[in-house]
Nanobody, 125 residues
Framework: QVQLVESGGGLVQAGGSLRLSCAAS????????MGWFRRGPGKEREFVAG????????YYSDSVKGRFAISRDNAKNTVYLEMNSLKPEDTALYYCAADRLVAGGETRSSMYSYWGQGTQVTVSS
């Protein structure tokens, strides 16, 4: 059983940056593909970024490509989401997710077995 805990959210002005972290414990999380999802106000949960177990493959939604970067440190069992040039439309509750059987870049939330509680990101205009 893998437990995921997100941190790093907060309030930032448009154009600013934040770095989210997702710390994993239990199981062999270093062998899991990881993803970041978000749910904005009045919106459905959507895929943001994904990374394969080795960190050699990264994937992004079109809405964040070029602004966000996902990475992982398997020695620390932690996945990061570096968010730059933030926009008000990036405001959302951000979740990390993990699964041993999905490929990196899996965009369907239903395919991930483990989820964190989320960290709120609010971008003011």
């Amino acid at each position: 059983q893998v437990q995921l805990v997100e941190s790093g959210g907060g309030l930032v002005q448009a154009g600013g940056s934040l770095r989210l972290s997702c710390a994993a414990s239990g199981g062999t999380s270093s062998s899991y593909a990881m993803g970041w999802f978000r749910r904005g106000p009045g919106k459905e949960r959507e895929f943001v970024a994904g990374i394969n177990w080795s960190g050699t493959g990264t994937y992004y939604s079109d809405s964040v490509k070029g602004r966000f970067a996902i990475s992982r440190d398997n020695a620390k069992n932690t996945v990061y989401l570096e968010m730059n040039s933030l926009k008000p439309e990036d405001t959302a509750l951000y979740y990390c997710a993990a699964d041993r059987l999905v490929a990196g870049g899996e965009t369907r939330s239903s395919m991930y077995s483990y989820w964190g509680q989320g960290t709120q990101v609010t971008v003011s205009s």
